[in-house]
């Protein structure tokens, strides 16, 4: 039964993910039938992972209070209300209100799972089921892309819409029935609600693990969900097609990414050096964009999905992070952690953003690409030098390292 519970919210997960990345493929057609502007279309989408951050804090202390059970499938009906209207939506605001509330809804979904994982499951195991997780979780995206397109030019994009809001009710009835919560850990002198943040915020290991979780997920999600588009259409004049299978293969390498990831920390018996071996080889990749961005389609392509792979240790570095926090704290620490990480993700759009802007050269629209790299690369490196001085937290504690 544990199983079942855990696979309903995996199937919650692909919902989550499908529904921060289905809003491009409907550029087209809610910009014929609403009038939606590019800004418009940049401002829903940017809402849903606000909404969706800023709800980790709320999300953390429900987990902990009332439990994974009741948490997700209360908001998941939220997310399914945001569905419904986006299905009925005409105009832009209503769309806008409408990516808010899916946010909100899809919040507590993969940390509900970290919970039951942590505290159900032995701890060595805790990153590889955590990956696989988010490697599964990660067809959303897939999902999110063609398939998509395919069904809303066949069908139109409200009843298809419509038809994932029903969806979405029933994955929410599932949770409810199937997930078991595990048992409550209460902790009498321990900070009651919000303040348990705060007492996270004080446990000094996780200082130099937050940098990294800031700029980690958001450079892989940065450059597929934001950046490669342009940087293709204009520097190598792809059409919609060629843009699609780029990042179609880096979907795939992100979700090839989290199965590697998985096993990695308790075969080599070390979480520090996986994930930082694995953002040496995205600072890599970014380097050489920034260096050669006219290198070749095929060469940019796999730098493109070697980040991609690259970017996806997010279940190690959990699982880094919370072998420091206490046990009646978990459900607001891993939600204070993904918080960080979603939260970053918007913070670097905007950065970035401003960056392309500032060096925007028509005669040269390479030149901007270089210093997006760039910047990418720097702001890996540097959260890389701090993340270095981490204490390492071993799956098999007493188990000899192999050098």
Same mark, same amino acid.
């Given at each position: 039964m544990k199983m079942a519970g855990l696979a309903a919210l995996c199937l919650a997960y692909? @919902?989550?993910? @499908? /529904?921060?990345?289905f809003l491009a493929v409907l550029t087209p057609a809610l910009g014929a039938d609403l009038g939606m502007t590019k800004a418009d279309l940049s401002l829903a989408s940017g809402v849903w992972f606000a909404a969706f951050a800023l709800m980790q804090f709320a999300v953390g202390v429900a987990l902990d209070r009332f439990g994974p059970r009741r948490t997700t499938a209360l908001f998941m009906l939220v997310?399914? !209300?945001?569905?419904a209207l986006f299905a009925v939506a005409w105009t832009p605001t209503a769309i806008v209100a409408a990516m808010a509330l899916i946010g909100i809804g899809c919040a507590p979904v993969l940390m509900a799972s970290y919970v039951i994982i942590a505290r159900g499951y032995d701890a060595a195991r805790f990153a590889l089921m955590a990956s696989v997780f988010i490697g599964l979780g990660n067809l959303g995206n897939i999902i999110g892309a063609a398939p998509m397109a395919a069904a809303a030019e066949? /069908?139109?994009?409200? %009843?298809?819409?419509?038809?994932? &809001? !029903?969806?979405?009710?029933?994955v929410a009835l599932a $949770?409810?029935?199937?997930?078991r919560d595990p048992e409550r850990i209460d902790d009498p002198d321990g900070p %009651? &609600? @919000? !303040? &348990? @943040?705060? !007492?996270v915020l004080r446990i000094r290991a996780l200082w130099f693990i937050i940098p990294l979780t800031l700029v980690y997920y958001a450079t892989a999600g940065g450059i597929r969900g934001l950046w490669t588009g342009p940087f293709l259409a204009e520097v190598y004049d792809a059409d919609t097609i060629l843009i699609g299978q780029v990042t179609l293969a880096m979907a795939l390498a992100m979700a090839m990414g989290s199965f590697v990831y998985g096993p990695l920390d308790n075969w080599l018996n070390t979480r520090k050096w996986v994930l930082s071996a694995g953002v040496i080889l995205a600072i890599g990749a970014c380097i050489f964009l920034?260096?050669? %961005?006219?290198?070749?389609?095929a060469a940019v392509t796999a730098a493109l999905v070697l980040i991609g792979a690259a970017c996806v240790g997010y279940g190690v570095m959990t699982a880094h992070a919370k072998s420091f926090i206490p046990p009646a704290l978990i459900g607001r620490g891993v939600t204070l952690m993904n918080f960080f990480? $979603?939260?970053?993700v918007a913070l670097m759009q905007f950065l970035t953003g401003t960056i392309v802007t500032v060096t925007a050269d028509p005669a040269a629209p390479e030149t901007a690409y270089q210093w997006l790299f760039g910047f990418y690369a720097l702001t890996l490196a540097l959260a890389l030098a701090v993340y270095l001085f981490s204490r390492d937290a071993r799956p098999r504690p007493d188990a000899v390292t192999a050098r």
């Open positions: 692909v @919902f989550s993910q @499908f /529904y921060r990345s997310a399914a !209300a945001g569905v066949a /069908y139109g994009w409200r %009843p298809v819409v419509g038809l994932l &809001g !029903a969806a979405t009710v029933l $949770i409810l029935l199937l997930v %009651p &609600g @919000f !303040a &348990g @943040f705060l !007492a920034a260096a050669a %961005p006219q290198s070749g389609l990480s $979603i939260g970053g």
